[in-house]
Each structure stands twice: as C-alpha cells, then as structure tokens.
C-alpha cells in the first residue's frame, strides 16, 4: 500500500506547522509568527479579537501508536469498572475495520507555561488551545480520511461521527460518574494502543507527556501495530501527588483518583465567565509528566 506510517507521521507533522488551524486567529486574516531563524520577522497582527494572545501555536508534533482493532483492550473498556458496555470497539464504528491509529499532540511550550502562572483559574492561551485547537483536531481528522478513502480504504473517525455521544446513556445525572463517560474514549483507545499509561487525575501520560489532546483514526487499513511498552494502566505514573495539590476544585485524590463532578463544576464557572470557552489543565502542568513520562523506560 501506498499510504504507510512515516507517511501519515509526515503528513500530521506538516499539518502541525503549516496550518492555519493549529495558530490563534490565523483564519482571521493573521498570519502565523514567523520560525525562529528563518530571516523574516512577524506581521504585526490584529489584537481587536484576540488580544495578545493573536498568533500562538496551539500544537507541537505529534505521537502515534497503532494497534489491531481487535486488540483485546477494547474488550476491556467495556468493563462496567472502565467505561461500559455503552463504549463502541472499533469494529462497532466500522465492522470492517483492522486498524486503530491513537494519536497525541502536545501543547505548545508558550500554551503550558501560561497556564503555570496562576494555578487557581486558566490561563487565556489554555481556554484558546482547548476550545479553538478543536478546529485542528476536526480539520486533521477530516484529512486523514480524506487521504485513506482515496486509497480505496474504509475510514471513521469517532469524533466526527454522527453516532458520536459525549455523554453516557446510563444516566444524566452529572452528580454521578457514570456521567462523564461516552461511547468512544479517545484516552482509553490511546491506552490500549500503546500510546501511554493513566494518572491519579485521569488524564493519559505519554512519552511526550500529559499536556495535550488525542484523536484517533479507525480503519480498514493494515498497519503493523506497536508492542504496548508497558503493561498496568498507571505504569508512567510516579504519585508524586502534584496534581493532587494543583487541582482548584479539590477533585483528585490519592485513594480515588480524581472524582469528575467537583472538576465538571469548576470547568462549569469557567465557562460562565469566558463563554463559549472553558477549561482547566491545572493537572497537566506544573507537574513532573507535564511533558514527559516519568516513569517510562529511558525517562529515569
């Protein structure tokens, strides 16, 4: 086959620096800052928006892991005490699917050190990177399926589909866990492909780290899939407890992990105050997996 993994680690990287999608404002009229030492100096952009933040990279390059859509893992999200058996696998979302491709991006150095400043609300960088970034992940979604289909391959990616849910259909009542959980769990299929193990605050720490947003592409396409380079889900972890201490609304803890209804109402006031943006990520930074795994062979 034509399409291979190096191709799709070129295609995502070159997305990731070339696209107007991954700079603030940028689809605006803006232009993008431009590289260090490249001999050209940045157009001065329209603040009226954007304020000051006008310009900044959202997203850093990318990560992948593959697994087989069969992969045993995706069985196991459906345990009652994982997601449940509301969670699709890959061949639910496409009955012919072989593949499953988890990726992850990184948030920009610029992004993460804003939200260390002030560790009891966002920072501004933060809420753009989470509400406007979503306009990459959608638009690189979108071409990888694009290029897959022109291959003759059937591709889905869950975020894009219709069937998507964001909540669970056990219940509605946001007071429960159960709650916060959806049919497709972008983390949760990461895991399962290898891309990187659970926190006390839930989030999945790769090898580049916990600050950052994943996707993931179903296909009829075979890949060769990577080993899992570990085996329990909080391997990377070190509970070192920073996130624990970070955490405005109190919601992680060393026994439970972090409990979603306390998280879901601070993210509810930031949204009262910054609407239609909100956020947190206190838990992603400020801490020792911010960009890296801690406990990850070659990491030590």
Not at 57 to 85: L, Q, T, W
Not at 162 to 178: D, L, M, V, W, Y
Not at 192 to 221: E, H, M, P
Request: glycine share 8%; hydrophobic share 35%; charged share 25%.
């Amino acid at each position: 086959m034509i399409m291979t993994r190096e191709k799709l680690q070129r295609i995502a990287d070159d997305f990731c620096d070339n696209s107007e999608y991954n700079y603030l404002g940028s689809r605006d009229g803006a232009k993008k800052p431009a590289a260090d030492g490249d001999g050209a100096s940045p157009q001065k952009l329209d603040t009226e928006h954007f304020g000051s933040y006008e310009g900044i990279r959202f997203f850093e390059h990318s990560v992948f892991s593959i697994c087989r859509a069969d992969d045993p893992g995706f069985i196991n999200i459906k345990k009652p005490e994982v997601v449940g058996a509301h969670h699709f696998s890959p061949t639910d979302w496409l009955p012919e699917a072989k593949t499953v491709i988890a990726i992850f991006f990184p948030l920009t150095e610029q992004v993460r050190t804003a939200n260390r400043v002030n560790m009891a609300w966002p920072a501004e960088e933060w809420l753009h990177a989470r509400i406007d970034g979503q306009a990459f992940q959608v638009t690189l979604c979108h071409l990888a399926e694009e290029l897959l289909k022109k291959e003759g391959f059937a591709v889905i990616a869950p975020m894009l589909d219709s069937r998507f849910s964001g909540s669970s259909p056990i219940t509605k009542n946001k007071s429960e866990q159960a709650y916060y959980t959806s049919n497709w769990s972008e983390r949760h299929a990461a895991y399962a492909a290898g891309l990187g193990t659970f926190g006390l605050s839930k989030g999945l720490i790769t090898r580049k780290g916990v600050a950052g947003r994943f996707l993931s592409i179903i296909t009829a396409a075979c890949f060769e899939p990577d080993k899992r380079p570990y085996s329990g889900i909080y391997d990377y972890c070190s509970f070192c407890g920073a996130c624990i201490r970070n955490c405005p609304a109190e919601a992680i803890s060393k026994e439970l992990g972090k409990s979603h209804p306390p998280c879901s109402g601070f993210l509810d006031s930031t949204k009262e105050k910054h609407a239609p943006y909100y956020g947190c990520g206190k838990c992603q930074v400020k801490v020792p997996c911010e960009n890296r795994a801690p406990n990850a062979k070659g990491n030590h």
